[in-house]
Structures are given as structure tokens and as C-alpha cells.
């Protein structure tokens, strides 16, 4: 059974930062692209960063420069530092192996101004 689980939102300050973290169980993570997308309220679901296999990152253009991923595939688990953060970062962050439908359960950050 695959579980996708993440953790570290929370309310922040605009300019703050926030790191979250996601742990895979049941897929071989080192061979997966994992990512993070964020539903912000009353809008359509985005793709924030994703990071290869051979850790080639790839960023949406709305968190480039502030946002960073990263991978660590011995603790099976993804990461996103993010820096600056601003009001209309705030959404459900969930993490996401590419090509599976496997997904996390989602967690709130909400950045006040």
C-alpha cells in the first residue's frame, strides 16, 4: 500500500519561511519523481516544484528564487524550503509522485501580511 504524508504547515508572516516535508512508503522513491502542488482557495490546483530522479529540479514560476525542493532518498522523502513567503502563497500544499495517482492528504500554509 503507497502513503503519501505531509507535514510542516503552519501561518507565517509575509517575508517568513516554512519548510514541509512528505514521506513516501511503498514505492521505490529513488526511482520516482516526486512533487509539490498547492490548491489555493477557490482556484485550481498547481504544480509547484518538482524534482527528478537525478534531482533536476523543475519550479513554477510564481515561487522561483524563493521556493527550493529536494530529496532525500535514503528517509524516502521530498522537501520544500520555502523562503519570502507572500499572501497569495497561501493554499494546500500536497505532495505527489508523477505518474502514479498517489497523493498526500494536504496541509495548510496560510501567509498573513
Known amino acids: 500500500q503507497v502513503r503519501v504524508v505531509e507535514s510542516g504547515g503552519g501561518l507565517v508572516q509575509a517575508g517568513g519561511s516554512l519548510s514541509l516535508s512528505c514521506v513516501v512508503s511503498?514505492?521505490?522513491?529513488?526511482?520516482?519523481?516526486p512533487s509539490w502542488y498547492r490548491q489555493p482557495p477557490g482556484k485550481e490546483r498547481e504544480m509547484v516544484a518538482r524534482i527528478s530522479p537525478i534531482l533536476t529540479p523543475l519550479y513554477g514560476d510564481s515561487v522561483k528564487g524563493r521556493f527550493t525542493i529536494s530529496r532525500d532518498n535514503a528517509q524516502n522523502s521530498v522537501f520544500l524550503q520555502m523562503n519570502n513567503l507572500k499572501p497569495e502563497d497561501t493554499a494546500v500544499y500536497y505532495c505527489?509522485?508523477?505518474?502514479?495517482?498517489?497523493w498526500g492528504q494536504g496541509t495548510q500554509v496560510t501567509v498573513f501580511s
Open positions: 505527489h509522485l508523477e505518474g502514479t495517482n498517489d
Open positions: 511503498g514505492r521505490i522513491f529513488r526511482l520516482q519523481t
